[in-house]
């Protein structure tokens, strides 16, 4: 006999579905409608942004965009890994941003966590953009590209999607545009058909709904 929970999900999986259709119906029009009234997208201009696990991977090509967009900023890495720090913030500062910083911190170490947003509060300032990028979510394509080359510094041009780069990029120009971004893993094959049919800022709604 199902129980309270279950029978509450059921009643409520038609809302939920209905809820997931008019939100999809009302990002197409809105997306139709930034055809002819494109969308302004956010300075970074004097921004503190903090990247967490902005050393490696899709963090890092995060961190490369936003050097490309914007100059005059400042840039904050938080990564578990000491020398790719070192190498990100030496990278981002030949570009001539204004402000770049580097600390190592386990982002799932809730003190080390305390310890450093003291610090930046200290020292530089509120944080006022947040890439909460630093995780691993078991093998997917983005933990493959984030750990291993590849060899995509050579075959780059063949398959631009499965890069860090381009995933940081897309991420940061939805975020500028007010856009919500999921990147989903290649190998959820089974609901990658409804997916596509989805606007990207569906995305967390679709798997709140399916899970």
């Known amino acids: 006999m199902a129980d309270r929970t279950s029978i509450d999900v059921i009643a409520k999986l038609p809302f939920e579905i209905l809820y997931l259709i008019l939100y999809a119906i009302y990002i197409r029009l809105r997306e139709f409608f930034q055809i002819f009234f494109p969308v302004t997208p956010k300075s970074l201009k004097g921004e503190v942004v903090l990247v967490t696990g902005g050393a490696n991977g899709i963090g890092r090509g995060i961190c490369r965009e936003i050097a490309k967009s914007e100059r005059d900023l400042s840039i904050i890495i938080w990564d578990v890994n000491e020398k790719a720090i070192s190498d990100t913030v030496t990278e981002l500062k030949s570009t001539g941003v204004k402000n770049v910083f580097g600390s190592k911190v386990d982002v799932s170490n809730r003190k080390e966590v305390i310890a450093a947003a ?15 990028n630093a995780g691993i979510a078991g093998l997917t394509h983005t933990d493959m590209t984030a750990k291993i080359d590849l060899l995509m510094k050579r075959y780059k041009f063949l398959n631009t999607v499965m890069t860090p780069d381009y995933v940081g990029a897309n991420i940061l120009h939805g975020v500028l545009r007010g856009k919500e971004h999921i990147y989903v893993p290649g190998e959820q094959r089974v609901m990658r058909f409804l997916i596509e049919l989805l606007p990207s800022e569906c995305y967390g709604i679709f798997y709140d709904l399916a899970s």
């Open 118 to 132: 003291q610090i930046i509060r200290k020292e530089i300032g509120d944080v006022t953009m947040l890439f909460n």
